[in-house]
């Protein structure tokens, strides 16, 4: 293997200026030590049960015959809802996805638990699973959290660094491959069109936390409002929610009967008030919540708008009364009409009405 992962190599109080180019160049960065040890035993505590009960073959070859996976981690792990907003990723994903949307949203969350004996995963971009998207913009982030240390013999992740800027077709070489290798609480950033997959196993296990950001505008892989039951979520902030995608990101896109969907949600006296009417959408409070993490839209309104308005003067005043004039005739005709119809219908002896002119 010839790329060295220093390259990518980061620590949580590494500048977000470095670790972003760092990720822009090689479509991927590793950050060092960002859970405790004390986070990383209360995981573990957490989602035991689920592996436990969790059988190998984990539902399709793609995922992995030797490998155990499960997903609702928002509703099964408390604690991943508290890692799902690192501030370093949040960050990261503020100056990544939202170049292209207005809000971003967790489309995945799974735990990826590889055993000896697995193979390699099939090397594949992550974005594929929606549609073949160009590198440009970004649309997916993924984060594969280590729960346990990532190396070369149990599993740890294969990419190709720089990949994301590869056309389709492009197939890479051995010296390409270069793996994960990372200690318990580090975490891998990687774009969605980079060229990766879990290694082979061959000693131990290897468990991954992977949450994976989209695009506000992008279907959810894993629909986040029915994986986790209504009386869980109205237990959640205001934030966490909106990440979830239970959100409003402009004037229309996201309401319930043109209500913000916090609405349904948090049945409190602040959020059942998020009505949507103009003056709340431009002045109140509700968008500027919005605002709150978005260093993309800088103004009230994110609407464009166009100002022309069709103008009539081509049609003279005169003729323009004899067409109203025209239309209020034709409007009595038709009621006329519409009444001597609902007469015949009520007399059914009288089959075939005479038109009337
Ligand atoms: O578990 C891993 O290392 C990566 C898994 C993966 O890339 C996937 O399933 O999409
Ligand atoms: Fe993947």
């Excluded at 590494?14 to 991927?28: E, N, Q, T």
């Excluded at 990383?40 to 490998?67: A, M, V």
């Excluded at 070489?173 to 082979?200: F, P, W």
């Excluded at 892989?221 to 009386?231: T, Y």
Aim: net charge negative.
């Amino acid at each position: 293997m010839m790329f060295d992962i220093k390259q990518i190599k980061f620590s949580a109080d590494s500048s977000v200026d470095d670790i972003l180019s760092c990720l822009k160049r090689y479509g991927c960065v590793i950050i060092e030590n960002v859970l405790s040890k004390k986070d990383i035993e209360e995981i573990q505590f957490q989602i035991k049960p689920y592996l436990d009960s969790c059988d190998g073959d984990s539902q399709n070859s793609f995922n992995g015959e030797f490998t155990k996976r499960f997903g609702r981690l928002m509703y099964r792990i408390p604690k991943a809802r508290e890692i799902v907003r690192n501030s370093i990723i949040l960050n990261l994903l503020d100056q990544t996805l939202k170049t292209s949307a207005y809000e971003y949203k967790l489309t995945f969350d799974g735990i990826m638990h590889v055993m000896a004996g697995q193979e390699a995963q099939i090397l594949h971009r992550d974005n594929t699973h929606f549609a073949n998207t160009p590198s440009t913009p970004p649309v997916l982030l993924a984060t594969l959290w280590a729960i346990e240390d990532f190396h070369q013999l149990n599993g740890g992740t294969v990419f190709v660094p720089g990949s994301h800027l590869w056309f389709d077709e492009r197939q890479p070489t051995q010296d390409e491959l270069a793996c994960a290798t990372m200690k318990a609480g580090s975490v891998l950033v990687y774009y969605g069109n980079l060229i990766h997959g879990a290694g082979r196993s061959v000693f131990g296990t290897r468990t991954g936390l992977s949450l994976q950001y989209s695009v506000s505008w992008l279907q959810q892989e894993e629909n986040q409002a029915l994986s986790v039951p209504i009386d869980v979520l109205s237990t959640f902030d205001e934030e966490l929610l909106k990440l979830l995608g239970i959100n409003r990101i402009s004037r229309n896109c996201g309401t319930v009967d043109g209500k913000h969907p916090l609405n349904f949600v948090l049945n409190d006296e602040k959020h059942r008030s998020m009505s949507m009417t103009d003056s709340e959408y431009n002045n109140g409070q509700i968008h500027e919540l919005d605002l709150k993490h978005s260093n993309v839209r800088d103004e009230k309104s994110t609407d464009v708008y166009y100002h022309q308005t069709l103008d009539n003067n081509f049609i003279d005043p005169a003729s323009l009364d004899a067409i109203v004039e025209r239309l209020k005739k034709a409007e009595l005709i038709t009621s006329a009409f519409s009444q001597v119809i609902s007469c015949c219908n009520e007399d059914s002896t009288i089959e075939d009405p005479e038109p009337i002119i």
